[in-house]
C-alpha cells in the first residue's frame, strides 16, 4: 500500500509540471476538473512522478496505451529529457497518435492483442522502464496529489467522487483523503455498462467482468479493470460506488460544456453524473477532457 | 480625473479573493498561456468587478439593494454579487435577452425588469429613485474597474516571465484594470487591447489619440456580442494612459479561436471572450511568453456545436 508521504513527495516533484487546478462551484457541490492538465487528463501526474524517480534514464521509457497515458508518458519522458517509445493499438483515432508523436515519442502502432507482448519486447531489446497506466507505486502516488489539494482548497468537504477504470486514481485519491480526514467520504463512480469494481466491493472480492462486456460504454477511458494492487487500496478505502447510465454520462458532458465552461471526455464526466445522483456537497473528480469534437458537437445541438 | 491605482486594485483582490477563482494559467501553445475568466462561477470576469462594487457599499446602504441594466454577464455577475453578500438586486434587461439568460439572473435570487431596449437606463434610473439603491454600472466606475485589475495581479504573480498580454475591449473595464495594475508592477509587460473589426471604436480611438465614437448600429454587427459597448471618458483615460496597442480580428477569426481554445485547453469560450487568442493566431505580435484573457464563456450551446462540429 502506499502511504501519505510518497504522495507528499509526490506532490513537491510535480508541482513545477502540472497545473493547480482549482475547485469550481457546480450545482450544490464542487468540480476538480483535471482535464485542464497540459495533455488534457489527470494522468499527466503519475506519469510525472514515475518519470522523476526513474533509473537508467539514458534506456528511456515504454508505455502502452490508446488513451491518456501514452500522451502523459510521453509528455513526462519529453520534460525529463528520456526517450519513450509508446505501442498504440490499430485503431487509436489519427488525433491521438498524431498527438503523442508532436510529444517527441516514437510510436509503434500494433494489433489490439499485441500490445503487451510488444511493449515488453521493447523492454528487453532497449533495457528500457515499462511505465504502467496503474499498477505502480509512483503511479499511485501521484494521482493522490489530487486528494492533498481538495483537502487544502475546501478542508470541510463532505465526500470526494472518483471515476473507477483500473483504479489508480481513486487509490490515491483514497490513500491521500482517508491519512488526512477519514471521516470524509470516498465514493467511486463506474458506468453501469463496466461496473466491475461496483461488483467487486458488493462480493468484497475482486469480480472480473469480460473485456468485450466492459467495452460497450462511451467512457472509452473507463474500460480497465483493476490489479491487485490498485484492488487492495480499493477495497479497503473507497466507501461506497455509484453506477451511471450511458445517458447520464453524456448528459453530464453537455452539462458540463453549458454551466462550468468546461470540455469533458464521456470518462471525464461519470463523476460528475454519480455526484448529480447523489447530492450534497461533494467534490466530482473530472478526470480528462479528450472528446470527439464531433461528439461534443452532437450532444450540444440537441 | 483620478484613475484607479496599484492599491485599489490591491485592495480589491482582498475583497473579492473569498468569492472568485482564482483561475489558474493554462498552455496552449510554447508561448501562449490562456488566463480563463470563464471558469468563474458566472463564466465571466464581471464577477470580480460586481464584487468589489458591492462590497464596498457602506453597511446603512446595503439594505435599499442594487439595480444593474445588462442584457449579458455584468446582470448574473450583480445578481450573483448581491446573492452572497445577501443583497437584493433589481436587473432591468431589454425585451431581446434569451430566456436563458433570464431564468440564470432570476436563479440567482434576482427580480428582473424586462423592458424595452431603449427603456433599460431610464427604468434602471426609476428603480434606484424608488429603492434608493445603489446603481452597479458594468465598467463605468472605479470599484468595477479595481476589481476587473486582479486579474492583471494575478498573471503578474503566476507567470513572471510574461512579456505581453492580450485583452478583449468594449466598455474598456476590463483593460483599464488589468493595464493599471501590470503597467504599475511591471512597466515592460506590453498590454495590448483587442477588438472585433466590425466594433473597432477603441482602435480608431488609439491612432486617432482622441476619442472616436462609432455608431452603436454598426458596432452591433459583430458576433460578438459581449464587445459592442464603448469605452466611457473614464476608461477611455485609462487605456490612454496605459495601453500599448490595439489590433483588431474577423469574425472569422473569432470563431476559429473559439475552436483552438477548446481542442487546445479544454475550456468552453464564448466569442467575446475568443477575440485575443484570434489575435495572437492571425497578427504580428511582439515575440516573448504572452497571456491571452478569455473573459467569459457563455455561448449558446448551438453555436458552439456548429463551431466545433
Request: net charge negative.
Amino acid at each position: 500500500m502506499i502511504t501519505l508521504s510518497q504522495i507528499r513527495s509526490a506532490a513537491t516533484v510535480i508541482a513545477p509540471h502540472v497545473v493547480r487546478t482549482p475547485l469550481l462551484p457546480f450545482g450544490s457541490g464542487w468540480l476538480k476538473p483535471e482535464n485542464l492538465q497540459p495533455i488534457g487528463a489527470f494522468k499527466l501526474r503519475g506519469a510525472l512522478n514515475a518519470l522523476a524517480r526513474l533509473e537508467n534514464r539514458e534506456k528511456g521509457v515504454v508505455a502502452y496505451s490508446s488513451g491518456n497515458h501514452a500522451q502523459a508518458v510521453a509528455f513526462a519522458a519529453r520534460l525529463h529529457g528520456v526517450p519513450a517509445a509508446i505501442v498504440m493499438p490499430d485503431n487509436t483515432p489519427p488525433v491521438k497518435i498524431e498527438a503523442t508523436k508532436a510529444l517527441g515519442a516514437e510510436v509503434f502502432i500494433v494489433g489490439i492483442t499485441e500490445r503487451v507482448e510488444r511493449a515488453e519486447a521493447l523492454v528487453a531489446e532497449r533495457g528500457a522502464t515499462l511505465i504502467p497506466p496503474f499498477d505502480h507505486p509512483d503511479v499511485i502516488a501521484g494521482q493522490g496529489t489530487i486528494g492533498l489539494e481538495i483537502l487544502e482548497d475546501l478542508p470541510d468537504v463532505e465526500a470526494v467522487v472518483v471515476p473507477m477504470s483500473g483504479g489508480g486514481l481513486i487509490s490515491g485519491v483514497a490513500t491521500a483523503i482517508k491519512s488526512l480526514r477519514p471521516d470524509v467520504r470516498v465514493i467511486g463512480a463506474e458506468p453501469e455498462l463496466a461496473a466491475d469494481i461496483a461488483d467487486s466491493l458488493k462480493a468484497g472480492a475482486l469480480v472480473r467482468w469480460d473485456p468485450l462486456k466492459r467495452a460497450q460504454t462511451v467512457a472509452d477511458a473507463l474500460r480497465d479493470e483493476p490489479s491487485a494492487l490498485t484492488w487492495a487500496h480499493i477495497g479497503k478505502l473507497v466507501d461506497d460506488v455509484i453506477t451511471v447510465s450511458e445517458d447520464e454520462i453524456l448528459g453530464a458532458v453537455a452539462d458540463l460544456a453549458r454551466r462550468a465552461r468546461l470540455i469533458a471526455e464521456p470518462s471525464g464526466a461519470v463523476a460528475v453524473a454519480a455526484q448529480a445522483k447523489l447530492g450534497g456537497a461533494g467534490v466530482a473528480v473530472v478526470s480528462g477532457g479528450n472528446v470527439d469534437p464531433g461528439l461534443l458537437a452532437r450532444l450540444l445541438a440537441t | 480625473m483620478r484613475l484607479v491605482t496599484l492599491e485599489d486594485i490591491h485592495a480589491a483582490a482582498a475583497a473579492i479573493a473569498p468569492h472568485v477563482v482564482h483561475t489558474p494559467l493554462l498552455s496552449f501553445d510554447s508561448s501562449l498561456w490562456i488566463k480563463p475568466e470563464c471558469l468563474q462561477p458566472i463564466g465571466a470576469f464581471k464577477q470580480r468587478g460586481a464584487v468589489n462594487a458591492l462590497s464596498r457599499i457602506p453597511s446603512e446602504d446595503r439594505a435599499r439593494g442594487v439595480v444593474a441594466y445588462s442584457s449579458g454577464n455584468h446582470a448574473q455577475a450583480v445578481a450573483y454579487a448581491a446573492k452572497i453578500l445577501g443583497m437584493p438586486a433589481a436587473i432591468v434587461v431589454p425585451n431581446n435577452t434569451p430566456q436563458l439568460k433570464i431564468d440564470a439572473t432570476r436563479a440567482h435570487g434576482a427580480e428582473v425588469f424586462v423592458v424595452g431596449i431603449t427603456e433599460r437606463e431610464s427604468r434602471a434610473a426609476e428603480l434606484v429613485e424608488e429603492r434608493g439603491a445603489t446603481l452597479i454600472p458594468p465598467f463605468d466606475h472605479p470599484d468595477v474597474i479595481a476589481g476587473q485589475g486582479t486579474i492583471g495581479l494575478e498573471i503578474c504573480a503566476d507567470l513572471p516571465e510574461v512579456a505581453t498580454i492580450l485583452v478583449p475591449v468594449s466598455g474598456g473595464g476590463l483593460i483599464s484594470g488589468v493595464a493599471t495594475a501590470v503597467k504599475s508592477l511591471r512597466p515592460n509587460v506590453r498590454v495590448i487591447g483587442v477588438e472585433p473589426e466590425l466594433a473597432a471604436d477603441t482602435a480608431a480611438s488609439f491612432a486617432a489619440g482622441s476619442l472616436v465614437r462609432w455608431d452603436a448600429h454598426d458596432r452591433a454587427r459583430t458576433n460578438a456580442d459581449g464587445l459592442r459597448a464603448e469605452p466611457s471618458e473614464l476608461t477611455w483615460a485609462h487605456i490612454h494612459e496605459y495601453v500599448d496597442d490595439v489590433v483588431t480580428v474577423t469574425e472569422d477569426e473569432i470563431r476559429d479561436a473559439v475552436k483552438q481554445i477548446s481542442r487546445r485547453t479544454r475550456v468552453v469560450s464564448e466569442t467575446s471572450g475568443a477575440v485575443p487568442v484570434a489575435a495572437y493566431l492571425n497578427r504580428e505580435l511582439p515575440a516573448g511568453p504572452t497571456v491571452a484573457v478569455v473573459s467569459g464563456g457563455n455561448i449558446e450551446p448551438a453555436l458552439l456545436a456548429s463551431i466545433l462540429g
